[in-house]
């Protein structure tokens, strides 16, 4: 085991560090053409790094070093590869403070708010998976007492994972820890926007993992991800992104009849009932629809549901509480608010505020404020927006907008509303807030979501079984579950006794 990096506080020294580079068989490498692509700050609008643009050559070596260490990785007792996997967790711990730097540079997202708290449940996901080695076993199946009938759980090989710029090292780890504890080998795409803090990642935990059990390659879709998902030697694909990328993934790999994880996108209700702790209801909005993420979440409380007999109140206090934050500078410790990931998604979100403010009976309730330092100017900010006197049927209500924007929708029905929550095409995450025991157990049955929380929304932790219905994806992540039914097959064996 190699002595441990050293924690870099600067996280701008750090991203220069690390430009123009990919991490393939345990060590730190150029693409193959050379070629490079900028990793832009949102903040500032400025150039602070490269990556390494990444194509079908980087996939066939990423993959070849992955298939080399396999085979001795699965050899392993699956209580020692969690040993190592929880090492790996115990490492990053030490780092929580450096790529919550990074990862607030390279997306906007407030350090204090969000990226240091991703960066310790980056680790947390490490330790618990390593926890879990011992649980890689089959079961005895009484079939004929005559001849011994089992099953094995044994690895598929080589996973390729394609992450989100959204949470990337906790998306990620939720993906390649069980892959890996389960005797997988991984290949990871990054996100072309947030390519940086997960290289870091790899190049920490590569200092206990076997070299080629964990690589990591940055790059676009078509050039890099798509010969990651088509490649003869992957097989298992896990994927989190937007639907139409989900179901570009999902074809690729249904010609190689390879399993396929999918976390796609959401529109998730929360309805708040005429009996719900108002104030408990505002905080739980704020939390659910991750302000401080800038909205740029898939479980975002992006149409909440309001009764008519608080639904003004609520509204009021919503604003205030919104109001009362403050957007700046991801560094500073002082912000709860950064910036929008892309000029892309930024034009995007810009582009549902102005379909709301032009719709008939709509209310653009503007909250916070725009950051004052002239150094920000040229940053991807968004001032959070609370929609009213929109109904469901609306764009608004209706399509992905991944960005500070929500609708708050009035009811007066219980039968109503959840007919309302469910006429969605996806299916991700819903909650409820409601006094009443009987009422929270009929909307978490009739609500069609893959997580339903009653009285709090809290964000995807380990072992909470995490995934969506409808087309919000396939499968599930973050739990015992997860490791065992999407990263192993299970083998029966027979062995006849007389």
Known sequence: MQNALTPRLDPFALARDLAGRNLIDGALVPAASGRTFP??????????STAAYGEASDVEAAVAAAVKAQKSWARLPARERGRL???CGRRLTEHVEELGRLIALETGKALRTESRVEASVLADAFVFYG???????GETVPFNPDILSLTLREPIGVVGA???????????????????????AVVVKSAEEAPLAVLRACQIMNQVLPPGVFNILSGFGPECGA????????????FTGSVETGKIVYRAAADKLIPVTLELGGKSPMIVMGDADLDKAVAGAVTGMRFTRQGQSCTAASRIFVHSSIHDAFVER????????????????KTDIGTIISTQQFEKVKSYIKIGTELAGAKANVCSAMPSD????????????????????????????????????????YDQVIEQANDSEYGLA??????????????????EAGIVQVNQNLVVQPNISYGGVKQSGLGKEASLEAMLEHFTHKKTVMINMQ
């Open 162 to 184: 394609i992450i989100p710029w959204n949470v990337p090292m906790m998306l990620m780890a939720l993906k390649i820890a069980p892959a890996m504890v389960a005797g997988n």
């Open 131 to 137: 926890g879990l080695g011992g649980e890689l076993k």
């Open 374 to 413: 002239p150094k920000l100017a040229k940053g991807l900010y968004v001032q959070p927006v609370i929609f009213t006197g929109v109904d469901n049927d609306s764009r608004l209500a209706r399509e992905e907008i991944f960005g500070p924007v929500t609708c708050v929708i009035r009811f007066d029905e």
């Open 227 to 238: 010969p990651l998902v088509t490649h003869p030697k992957v097989g298992k694909i896990t």
């Open 39 to 48: 990793v832009v700050n949102p903040a500032t609008g400025e150039e602070v």
């Open 430 to 447: 819903a909650t409820i807030w409601t006094r009443d025991l009987r009422t929270a157990l009929d909307a978490a049955r009739r609500l």
């Open 85 to 87: 996997v929880a090492e």
């Open 318 to 333: 919503l604003k205030a509480k919104v109001d009362a934050m403050v957007m700046g500078d991801p560094l500073d410790e």
